[in-house]
């Protein structure tokens, strides 16, 4: 059967020498490559699963009254979109289990993309001729962060009500155009009645596009330039060292593809997540106290708390306090990001193609960059939580407040120099076996050295 | 109150029901998943102990004729499946393979069994992440156990292509290019036609929201409404006493969210507003915006000892003796002041709409 379709195929499609190439692709064995892998199936989980939901929700801000089989909300004014979600959490079989997975899925999907991208920033994976996958795998997080945020303000309940409201107010901010960036990606001052629609729209068509055209794109390249390797032996610039796609590879892959969708089955199963119910559905006078967005916008929610209400007035025109945290600051986080290989090429004047990685230690500095940028961001994430630390701590939150603004550059200073001496360190203990010869890649001293960890996939 | 008591009741009454149910999964699962790797593992010991002298039995690397075999000998572990060692390795392997899947196939019928019979969410989680679990084990396995895994080496080719290529490349363009007998218009027509297009495509987005109206501007209160309570009572010089606080709305838009007010009443002798607000608090009755100006969550909570408003999303923190100017927090501005009256029958009145536009800021706001 599958010879004859295979046969078939191929007098119309000329596919041998494809295949045979595809079959024998050489895939290195390290499990910090599979990172990718599971930011990859994640999404899969996430489509599967959103395609599913999307059967059910009534993306409308129309008011009706609900008489569910949720007893407690009885009676209640709220709007389609919220009363679609509670029939799919409490009347469809296995709904709230699809809802639940939907929302773990994106959660993975992004501590995915962001350990991914962690393991490629560390092993200097950026370097050329890889520099253009790492601005689209930057566009991809992007995105996934922005689909992660519409995703749960869509559900129109009243804590994503309140990020909606913050988002509306970032967005207003931006100077020249902020009122037609807010108006026109929310339909109006928000709760407008264009505002979900909107929201999705770009949830479930836009944004998913964009992102699944830039997978394709982003494997099409790792498959043209062929993945990286650890150092190692025979592990060179020139050569290759991995297992090759079939068989073991694809059912391991496979495998983990199926481990990714039974870890978020389990999650979306057995951990609440999101529980709108309680919530209630949005109402514009109310708001919740100790309310935080998604883990993956803590840091731009902290930094807006720490950020002095500060206004900038240009001739007649206002730059609100907004502004400055809201935009400017990821702005400038993501510019960095976008532009590190490029600063790094600038500072090393090293513009030779790689294939082996750096160990994180071979490069303090880059290091040291990293491991302060992480400390900065999960300060900043605690300061987007800071009124609930000051309730658990019992602690006032302007005390509070005032100690972060200290910790959020102090910390990552401190990182800095810890992580720098640990590199150097590293660095001086292993020159001792094996000095390092000045001009030589590291690829080249590793080899020789043949002291370094490579892969125990076996 | 009450509605709150019965969600929870009902949130407790679930969580026991699934609490058993839950309880006996996770001893389930965690039972199997310990017996399965014992098993896993005398098995595992007793085919190294047996194979062990195959590894590394033929160390030749598995090259295609692209690859280079100057690259040396790979010495990745190698397993022979033609020897008889390893042929008892894959009849452990067999076992194991089909155990897993035996695993996956009962909770994917455990999932069917739940899901027609209406369980829980607990219960379908749990037997879909079962199924699947163990049907990745089973390939995870299957990959392990009864594939051979040899280390391959190859070649990479250049990133860049060939100097020759790349000029026959270059070469065929400029011949077609040179065929072209007017090109300057097709330049036009490219430059002219993609500027249109794009144009054509951004104006579309004019339609999805414009905020060239005067709704962002728009101060929502205007003169002589009456201020009334979220269900609809209108507010009287007697209804608040010095300290309290309620949310109004003008009469024609209860409810509005850009409209709504907090009503504030204070000890008129405290009140510390500009010259040109002297009258705007009758008998101590102040009245605020109550959409932030740092980022428009409704500022809910008021604190009658310290006179301060504040605003739970991100604890800015304004002073109503004080026109509402910010006093802590990220905010910068102050809250827009709504000026009142009493009329004639004792009715809170607007005296006109907000003394600045309501809402965080922007570009244009005065």
Sequence with gaps: MIQWLARSLNSRLRLARFVRAALN????????????????????????????????????????????SYRALDGVRMSAAYRSALYLSFDVPAGLLMRQMHHWAA???????????????????????????????????????????????????????????????????????GPWLAFIVLGGDVPAYATIPHMYGMHVFVVPAVIAVLIAVHLGIIWRQMHTNYPGPMRTDKLIVGSRLWPSYTAKSLGLFFLVFAAIASLGGLVQIDPIWIYGPFDPVAAVPGAQPDWYLGWVEGAMRLFPGVNLRIGGWLVPEVFFPGVLFPLIVFAVLYAY?????????????????????????????????????????????????????????????????????????????????????????????????????????????????????? | MSEDRSREDELSGRKQKHASAFELLVTMSVLGWEAFRSVARILARKSSGETSSTVLSHPEPLLLDRAADKAGTPSGRDLDLETPESAHRADWGTLLVALAFAASVTAGVGFLIFYWSGGGNMLLGGTLALCLGFFGAALVLSARWLMRHREAVEPREDFSSSDTEREAAFEDYCAGAREVRSRALLKWMAAVGLGMFATMFVSLMRGLGSPSGQSLFDTVWKRGQRLMTADGKPVTSNSLQPGDSITVFPEDSIGSEKAQTVLIRVNAQLLRLPGDR???????????????????????????????????????????????????????????????YADADGNLRAGSGFSEPPGPGFWEMP
């Design chain 1, 25 to 68: 692709h050489v895939f290195p064995d390290h499990w910090s490559f599979m990172l990718g892998e599971i930011a990859l199936y994640s999404f899969v989980v996430l489509v599967i699963t959103g395609v599913y939901l999307a059967l059910f929700f009534n993306a409308s801000s129309a008011q009706e009254i609900y008489h569910g």
């Design chain 1, 107 to 177: 959660d993975v999907f992004l501590c995915a993309i962001i350990a991914h991208m962690a393991r490629i920033f560390f092993t200097a994976a950026y370097r050329r001729p890889r520099e253009i996958n790492w601005v689209i795998g930057l566009t991809m997080l992007v995105f996934a962060i922005i689909n992660g945020f519409l995703g749960y303000s869509l559900v129109d309940d009243l804590l994503s009500g309140a990020g909606l409201r913050i988002a509306y107010a970032i967005m207003l901010s931006a100077p020249v155009i």
């Design chain 1, 341 to 458: 290989p490029l600063l790094e090429q600038f500072v090393s004047f090293d513009k030779r193609p790689h294939n082996v990685l750096r160990l994180p230690w071979q490069h303090p500095f880059n290091t040291a960059l990293g491991c302060a940028v992480f400390v900065f961001m999960i300060v900043l994430l605690a300061a987007g939580g800071d009124d609930v630390i000051a309730v658990a701590s019992g602690a006032s939150v302007v005390a509070l407040r005032s100690l972060l603004r200290v910790l959020v550059f102090v910390l990552p200073a401190v990182t800095f120099a810890i992580s720098y001496g640990i590199c150097v360190s590293l660095q001086r203990r292993r020159s001792v076996v094996h000095p390092p010869a000045s001009g030589v890649s590291a690829a080249v001293q590793d080899e020789s050295a043949g002291s370094l960890p490579r892969s125990q996939k076996a």
């Design chain 2, 278 to 340: 002297s009258d705007w608090a009758p008998m101590g009755y102040l009245a605020y915006s109550r959409v932030c100006t740092h980022a428009g969550c409704p500022v809910g909570l008021y604190e009658a000892e310290s006179h301060l408003l504040l605003c739970p999303c991100h604890q800015s923190t304004f002073n109503v003796l004080d026109a509402a100017q910010p006093t802590g927090g990220p905010a910068a501005r102050p809250l827009p002041q709504l000026p009142l």
